[in-house]
């Protein structure tokens, strides 16, 4: 029962959280370090959770992910028969290319990590300051009011900004969808297609995600709990569903900033937290508990 409600939980803030600005990976650092747990603990569980969310972003944006798939094999078919063009190109496939070269940014940033581990946090001071971080970068990117750039708009130089402000993402406390959907706002992208373009943007990085997590977790003791995994995969599904429409619906109402206060708070609260255990030297749960 303690599995399925741990299970229930962590897909609840994965679900939440990959698609709502406020940094997924951060949140899910901070249950993991309030609850005791081993960060390579149910390492299974967040490639299930994961795929939970990658069905959400598929189902809410299945429009585009299907006219990018058509796109992608008109776009092969025209290489191999020397008709294509980067100048004569359809929103689908100009959407197709730029995702593309924003992806393209992240293999070294991914490569890096894999060898150094230097984007992995530990000390929640620094986690805090993350979070910090992504609520100033909503903020600033709110108070855009010029953003008129739709799909067929997007431009190289866009597409290298918005994979350089995920790259940046790959920090816990720093949100993927929040960089990624500033990084279009600041590039001057209407905030419908900022949004569009973040979440379709995370399919590849989800899916990144979820070979990375496998394979550090195939490395080790692999523990597969069946029925836990399957609520979780659902739940998270479920969630970032809702989540999506959250973040639409907020956006479009200029009420993006409420997610600025949010991780501002959060960070405020991270740091307060790491700065006690590093005065104590001890964890929060070890004084609470006693």
């Not at 990144?208 to 003791?221: F, K």
Request: net charge neutral.
């Amino acid at each position: 029962m303690k599995d399925i409600i741990d299970a229930i939980v962590q897909a609840i803030i994965q679900g939440l959280t990959e698609f709502l600005p406020v940094s997924s990976s951060g949140h899910l650092k901070l249950y993991q370090h309030f609850t005791n747990q081993a960060p390579e603990e149910g390492t299974f569980m967040l490639v299930v959770l994961h795929l939970g969310t990658l069905l959400a972003v598929i189902i809410a944006f299945k429009d585009t992910v299907w006219a990018l798939c058509k796109e992608l094999f008109g776009a092969f078919k025209d290489i191999f028969t020397g008709k294509f063009s980067l100048k004569n190109m359809n929103p689908d496939r100009r959407m197709l290319v730029m995702l593309f070269i924003s992806c393209l940014v992240l293999i070294p940033f991914y490569i890096l990590n894999k060898l150094t581990g230097i984007f992995e946090i530990a000390n929640l001071i620094v986690l805090g300051i993350c979070f910090l971080y992504t609520s100033g970068i909503l903020y600033l990117s709110d108070k855009k009011k010029d953003t008129k750039k739709t799909i067929g708009d997007i431009t190289v130089k866009d597409a290298l900004t918005v994979g350089l402000f995920q790259c940046i993402a790959l920090f816990p406390g720093i949100s993927r969808s929040g960089s990624t959907i500033s990084g279009g706002l600041f590039r001057d992208f209407d905030r419908e297609t900022a949004v569009k373009y973040s979440f379709v943007l995370g399919i590849p990085a989800i899916l990144g995600g979820c070979v990375s997590e496998l394979s550090d977790a195939l490395s080790g003791e692999l523990e597969v709990l069946i029925v836990p995994a399957l609520i979780g995969f659902v739940t998270a599904a479920i969630v970032g569903l809702l989540a999506i429409k959250m973040v639409n619906m907020l956006i479009k109402s200029d009420n993006f900033k409420v997610f600025s206060i949010y991780t501002l708070i959060i960070g405020l609260l991270t740091v307060t937290c790491g700065i006690i255990e590093l005065c104590a030297g001890k964890q929060i749960f070890e004084l609470i508990s006693k």
